[in-house]
T-cell receptor
Framework: AQKITQTQPGMFVQEKEAVTLDCTYD???????LFWYKQPSSGEMIFLIY??????QNATEGRYSLNFQKARKSANLVISASQLGDSAMYFC?????????????FGSGTRLSIRP | EAGVAQSPRYKIIEKRQSVAFWCNPI?????LYWYQQILGQGPKLLIQ????????DSQLPKDRFSAERLKGVDSTLKIQPAKLEDSAVYLC????????????????FGAGSRLTVL
């Protein structure tokens, strides 16, 4: 069965510093996708970044990058030069291989707080 | 393009009452998902539709929850009778293609419907 683990319930980071949010996953599938979503206090889920299991390069989207270590089954999110607006809940998610039963499961989340 | 629409945004009911939530996905998105997010937790998948067929409802409490997606477009999630532990945000999401592992197949979420059961 697939499983996503986020071991950091909360983190405090100084503004402009870089921050790494941890995510480990468990799956027996060879083909899968990993996602990060941001959920501000307003409640909407905002897609940040995606990494496919066959992608050789780590994904990057602006200040976000995904540190993908396939052998260790980790997909950490790195936010460079953090900003006050980055304060939010962050969820790691995984999608299984192509099949009619493919679904996306989420981790328990990390609450990130940026200090000015 | 218009996003995923959900209503109502907020609902307060007493236990044993019923409630229904509505979701209209992004036009052309084949797959629709309902997630339950209890305060402080990650979203939990309740049911997944592809067009108007159910792909996965393994975590849907079928004795009290039901969902339908007639005509393969909008969807309704119903709870009857509600329990205190059903207090949560119900998130609807949609994606373009079912099962395709691709960056293009990202879930787009609605704003959610917050349910409080007293």
């Amino acid at each position: 069965a697939q499983k996503i683990t986020q071991t950091q319930p909360g983190m405090f980071v100084q503004e402009k510093e870089a921050v790494t949010l941890d995510c480990t996953y468990d799956t027996s599938d060879q083909s899968y996708g990993l996602f990060w979503y941001k959920q501000p206090s307003s409640g909407e889920m905002i897609f940040l970044i995606y990494q496919g299991s066959y992608d050789e390069q780590n994904a990057t989207e602006g200040r976000y990058s995904l540190n993908f270590q396939k052998a260790r089954k980790s997909a950490n999110l790195v936010i460079s030069a953090s900003q006050l607006g980055d304060s939010a809940m962050y969820f790691c998610a995984m999608r299984g291989p192509y099949s009619s039963a493919s679904k996306i499961i989420f981790g328990s989340g990390t609450r990130l707080s940026i200090r000015p | 393009e218009a996003g995923v629409a959900q209503s109502p945004r907020y609902k307060i009911i007493e236990k044993r009452q019923s409630v229904a939530f509505w979701c209209n996905p992004i036009s052309g998105h084949a797959t629709l998902y309902w997630y339950q997010q209890i305060l402080g937790q990650g979203p939990k998948l309740l049911i997944q539709f592809q067009n108007n067929g159910v792909v996965d409802d393994s975590q849907l409490p079928k004795d009290r929850f039901s969902a339908e997606r007639l005509k393969g477009v909008d969807s309704t999630l119903k709870i009857q009778p509600a329990k205190l532990e059903d207090s949560a945000v119900y998130l609807c999401a949609s994606s373009l293609l079912v099962g395709v592992v691709s960056g293009a197949n990202v879930l787009t979420f609605g704003a959610g419907s917050r349910l409080t059961v007293l």
